[in-house]
């Protein structure tokens, strides 16, 4: 059984930071693009980053650019996000995506599995 389990989300004042992690099992990750998508309240769910299954290659939304960094343990099946400098903007739940493929079958939602989510909650 494929799981992606998210962990490390929460309520922070602006200007804090954050990381979140995605644990993935159940199967081997090689191939598949790993990634973060949030959705806030009353809006779709958007992409926010994504990278290779080697880690070497990174895709990020206009809206983090500079402050979120993605990060990848192939050895652990595992993706980090560090979320700097948070505005009240990036309040939403924030899910794990895996994609077979590269960062741009991220972009474009071609999602084999999701995680469940974790609660990002930032107080301005």
């Known amino acids: 059984q494929v799981q992606l389990v998210e962990s490390g989300g929460g309520l922070v004042q602006a200007g804090n930071s954050l990381r979140l992690s995605c644990a993935a099992s159940?199967?081997?990750?090689?191939?598949?693009?790993m990634g973060w998508f949030r959705q806030a309240p009353g809006k779709e769910r958007e992409f926010v980053v994504g990278?290779?299954?080697?880690?070497?290659?990174?895709a990020y939304a206009d809206s983090v650019k500079g402050r979120f960094t993605i990060s990848r343990d192939t050895a652990k099946d595992t993706i980090y996000l560090q979320m700097n400098n948070l505005k009240a903007e990036d309040t939403a739940i924030y899910y794990c995506?895996?994609?077979?493929?590269?960062?741009?079958?991220?972009?474009?939602?071609?999602?084999?599995?999701w995680g469940r989510g974790t609660q990002v909650t930032v107080s301005s």
């Open positions: 995506a895996a994609a077979y493929g590269p960062t741009e079958s991220l972009r474009q939602y071609r999602v084999s599995y």
């Open positions: 159940g199967r081997t990750f090689d191939d598949y693009a």
């Open positions: 990278v290779s299954w080697s880690g070497i290659s990174t």
